[in-house]
């Protein structure tokens, strides 16, 4: 039976967001042409509730929640986050491809400063990876890996998980699996959870943001959202059908 690592008890439970954003910019260049995907941005997200991030292809969710986890830095503005704040949920960047996984498990540990031997042990029970865990993470088929972070992403506890679309992988046990632990430790901790899946924003989420044209919206009511980002990616798909006629003439 897998047990569920825990974050040391605080002394009282914090108050106030667990993340702001504050006038928070960013753009990307392309062939000496900006594309500008945060606007300015600023939002308050409360500690302990999920939160879904929406907004059509481009629009910058990634690189949103790329700068709230640190892996990459606005043009301009401040990120502030009050507790810890995972990593993107089965990123495997991090992983170093000459150290076995127990190996690299281990090093995630003692960064995040969590017993080395339970979370090795939790991530071993969960991923089944069986004797690849013990050999070199750039053996792994795509698959391996995948289980490996995601495994990882479980077993170290945060009072913010970021989620983008991956939520689980490989066969329908293994989804079912992961999608109860998941679960099991959103009831203890809040997310950020970029899907285009209304369902899994439903399941998952209470309040939503919008990310449309560099702005940020934000909405306490997840249904409020979900009609918003509706309305958008209707907006999108007549905007390239008429493209299309266009095209066609």
Same mark, same amino acid.
């Given at each position: 039976?897998?047990? =569920? ?5 605080? +002394? ?10 504050? #006038? ?5 260049? $392309? ?5 500008? $995907? ?17 907004? /059509? ?47 690299? $498990? ?8 969590? #017993? ?10 969960? +991923? ?31 009072? =913010? ?17 992961? /999608?109860?632990? !998941? %679960?099991?430790? !959103? ?5 950020? !959870? ?14 939503? %943001?919008?990310? #449309? ?16 980002? !509706?309305?958008?990616? +209707?907006? +999108? ?8 006629? /266009?095209?066609?003439?």
């Amino acid at each position: 039976m897998l047990h =569920l690592l825990a974050r040391p008890r605080a +002394a009282a439970p914090p108050e106030g967001p667990i993340l702001e954003l504050r #006038d928070v910019w960013k753009t990307w260049w $392309v062939r000496g042409h900006g594309h500008v $995907v945060a606007r300015g941005l600023n939002a308050a997200i409360p500690r302990g509730i999920g939160v879904g991030l929406m907004g /059509r292809n481009g629009a910058g969710k990634s690189t949103l929640l790329s700068m709230i986890a640190g892996t990459l830095n606005p043009d301009h503005g401040r990120i502030l986050r009050h507790g810890s704040i995972s990593w993107p949920v089965g990123f495997r960047g991090s992983f170093h491809g000459e150290l076995t996984g127990a190996q690299n $498990v281990r090093f995630i540990a003692r960064l995040y400063g969590v #017993d080395s031997d339970a979370l090795t042990g939790f991530v071993d029970d969960f +991923a089944r990876l069986g004797d690849h865990f013990h050999l070199p993470f750039r053996t792994y088929s795509a698959g391996m890996r995948s289980r490996l972070s995601f495994a990882v992403s479980m077993g170290v506890p945060f009072d =913010l998980y970021l989620i983008d679309e991956v939520t689980s992988v490989g066969d329908a046990v293994f989804k079912e699996k992961s /999608r109860r632990i !998941l %679960m099991a430790r !959103l009831a203890r901790s809040g997310a950020i !959870l970029v899907s285009h899946s209304v369902s899994k924003v439903r399941e998952i989420c209470k309040s939503g %943001m919008v990310l #449309d044209g560099g702005r940020l919206y934000w909405y306490d009511d997840v249904e409020a959202a979900i009609e918003h980002h !509706l309305a958008v990616m +209707a907006a +999108a798909l007549e905007g390239a059908d008429a493209q299309a006629e /266009r095209d066609d003439d």
